[in-house]
């Protein structure tokens, strides 16, 4: 992997945490899930490569993923024996998967807006999953066959910037992460202390009916 790439997959890392720490922590509240199939350390046999967790995730920048991710609860989806024996790759999709629900869900609370329907919730946890483990897999070259990337819904079911600006920048900033020309972090988001300084930009940027 590039250092250019290194450097933009630590700043987004940074990015989940300091927005998590900043907006989340103090308005979220975990909801029911589902259990989801089991993941690749927990099949019967267990198939594919298995990174070790201790190498992949604990000496390095994606361990705050899992960090961010155990506070959550568990996202719908999730591997139903979903533990520290998941392998590295599995951890990261299942982290990125909660981040993205726990956001979706806690951003449409703050800015009272009717709860997001089920079919933007996988489509949310899909995308979240899909794009940061391809980012992981490609810079540990740890493949699993369970993780495959695959977003199972269409673009249009993913909120944007504009419409949820937690959920949206992480979700188009993890497409790719150069996209943002070597600045990822730099954002009206910055200048924000809380959701409901960021629920007051959005009701100021509504159009005039």
Do not use: K
């Not at 993923?65 to 951890?91: I, N």
């Not at 807006?113 to 490609?138: N, S, W």
């Not at 409901?196 to 005039?208: C, H, N, T, W, Y």
């Amino acid at each position: 992997m590039r250092p250019e790439w290194q450097v933009a997959v630590h700043q987004l890392l940074g990015r989940i945490v300091y927005f998590h720490a900043l907006f989340i922590e103090s308005a979220f509240a975990p909801s029911a899930a589902a259990a989801g199939p089991p993941c690749c350390n927990h099949r019967s046999p267990p198939t594919g490569v298995r990174p070790e967790v201790g190498a992949l995730l604990a000496d390095s920048a994606w361990a705050v993923l899992d960090e961010v991710a155990s506070e959550l609860g568990e996202p719908a989806g999730r591997c139903p024996s979903h533990s520290p024996g998941c392998c590295a790759t599995c951890r990261v999709a299942y982290s990125a998967a909660a981040v993205a629900e726990a956001w979706l869900v806690t951003e449409h609370r703050a800015y009272r807006r009717p709860g997001p329907h089920e079919r933007t919730r996988a489509a949310c946890r899909d995308a979240a999953a899909t794009r940061m483990t391809r980012i992981f897999v490609r810079q540990h070259r740890a493949p699993c066959p369970a993780q495959a990337p695959a977003e199972t819904a269409g673009a249009w079911l993913l909120p944007g910037p504009d419409e949820l600006p937690l959920t949206g920048e992480l979700l188009a900033l993890w497409r790719d992460p150069l996209s943002a020309g070597g600045s990822p972090v730099v954002s009206w988001l910055n200048h924000c202390t809380d959701l409901d300084d960021v629920r007051r930009v959005l009701e100021a940027r509504r159009p005039i009916p």
